[in-house]
């Protein structure tokens, strides 16, 4: 059984760029949530997507957006790029269910200059 | 608001000295807490799943239990190699399947 991946596992942009993390779900999870990891602070939920539509979002701006491609893969995109965007950003795959138990990926440590 | 608590924020422990962290919560309807291990930069790894009070589960040196408005993680005879930061999250009654973590507890055990 293949855990989650993601891609790339670091990245360097400057202010203003824009950038695009991708991430492989679990197999037989059809759930991707995304979570920033801020140092010393535990993950902060984005949104989350289900059958490829964004289902719940957390207090991001609307320059923090995604995808779910058919296989449940996800990308999450950023635009914009500000300083304090600067983190671990890591994917979660689950199944649908109540309580379902969400499986973290290594993360994309994603540096702002 | 959902809210999650974790102490003590750090955490010192001698080879063979069990000790408790622990994770308060304030969330509309519980459908899951969740423990979860971290390694410097790495992603976090999941250990247990608690869904109402009472409930306890073991793996290894380890074993979580949980109370209407909080979680222990119990920790007996650790080794070096739990040295880790421990993070709690809930899972809220409400439509979205969002977990909501505590900051963590850095847990180093010294030899």
């Known amino acids: 059984e293949t855990g989650v991946t993601q891609s790339p596992t670091h990245l360097i942009k400057t202010r203003g760029q824009q950038v695009t993390l991708r991430c492989s779900s679990q197999?037989?999870?059809?759930?991707v949530s995304w979570y920033q990891q801020a140092l010393g602070q535990g993950p902060q939920f984005i949104f989350q997507?289900?059958?490829?539509?964004?289902?719940g979002r957390g207090n991001f701006p609307p320059r923090f957006s995604g995808l779910q491609f058919p296989n449940y893969s996800s990308e999450l995109n950023v635009n914009a790029l500000e300083l304090d965007d600067s983190a671990l950003y890591l994917c979660?795959?689950?199944?649908?269910?109540?309580?379902?138990?969400?499986?973290f990926g290594p993360g994309t440590r994603l540096l702002v200059l | 608001e959902d809210q999650v608590t974790q102490s003590p924020e750090a955490l010192r422990l001698q080879e063979g000295e069990s000790s408790s962290l622990n994770c308060s919560y304030t969330?509309?309807?519980?459908?899951?807490l969740f423990w979860y291990r971290q390694d410097p930069g790495k992603g976090p790894e999941f250990l247990f799943t608690?869904?109402?009070a009472g409930e306890e589960k073991e793996k290894e040196r380890l074993k979580a239990t949980l109370t209407k408005k909080e979680s222990f993680l119990h920790i007996t005879a650790p080794k070096p190699e739990d040295s880790a930061t421990y993070l709690c999250?809930?899972?809220?009654?409400?439509?979205?399947?969002?977990?909501?973590f505590g900051s963590g507890t850095r847990l180093q055990v010294q030899p």
């Open positions: 999250a809930v899972q809220a009654g409400t439509g979205r399947r969002a977990l909501t």
């Open positions: 997507y289900y059958r490829e539509e964004e289902n």
């Open positions: 197999s037989g999870h059809n759930t």
């Open positions: 608690l869904y109402s």
């Open positions: 979660a795959s689950s199944g649908q269910g109540v309580g379902e138990t969400q499986y």
């Open positions: 969330v509309s309807g519980l459908r899951g």
